[in-house]
């Protein structure tokens, strides 16, 4: 079985590649807490808005519990082929009211065969399920963190709306300095934990 762990690097891929060549650092296995081996690297195609790229996706074994692991950078979700700005466009796309039916040539990448429609539809569904289990769970890490006083209670008794309400979570989640458009999503993903689906 394969296992994950999310890479924290850098953002672009020219870096990415470059950090790959480079990375010496003592991973420790996530089941087992020994520190893994390399285990090889494989090639993978991913999209941005302007080409495709074969990146290099270093792989990790645990003596221990001999468990093979993927290191995945932080600009892309596992099995997926496009990078996070672009489902990140997307979200935004229908969180400003675009119809979905619109938006495949907007996604478009050089090179690329169009992103169908019934692609578009799965994208909403997952990005839908992840973002309301982030919601939740931040929720719940923010009014942890506020129980002293009511300050989260009485935003919520003026009537916060679920804009403001993703604005306060963003703000608390970043400690006041919210990513910038095309990083929020690779920098949610840190933050993700990664189990089955």
């Not at 973002?131 to 939740?136: A, G, K, M, V």
């Amino acid at each position: 079985m394969i296992m994950i762990i999310v890479l924290e690097c850098p953002l672009t891929i020219k870096k990415y590649i470059q950090f790959v060549a480079a990375y010496r650092q003592d991973v420790p296995c996530p089941c087992c807490g020994q520190n893994t081996r390399r285990h090889g690297k494989y090639e993978r195609t991913v999209h941005t808005h302007r080409r495709s790229f074969q990146i290099p996706i270093m792989r990790r074994r645990c003596a221990g519990c001999r468990k093979t692991l993927s290191l995945i950078p932080c600009f892309l979700a596992p099995w997926a082929r496009f990078i996070n700005p672009i489902y990140e466009c997307f979200g935004r796309a229908l969180i400003s009211g675009i119809p979905i039916f619109k938006l495949p040539e907007r996604l478009t990448t050089e090179g690329v065969s169009v992103v169908s429609l019934r692609t578009l539809y799965r994208w909403k569904n997952r990005l839908r399920k992840w973002l309301s289990l982030w919601w939740i769970n931040q929720r719940h890490i923010w009014a942890m963190e506020n129980q002293e006083g009511d300050s989260l209670l009485s935003l919520y008794r003026e009537g916060i709306n679920s804009y403001e309400e993703i604005q306060g979570l963003l703000a608390f989640a970043f400690r006041g300095d919210i990513p910038r458009r095309g990083r929020l999503l690779s920098l949610l993903h840190l933050r993700r934990p990664i189990g089955p689906g």
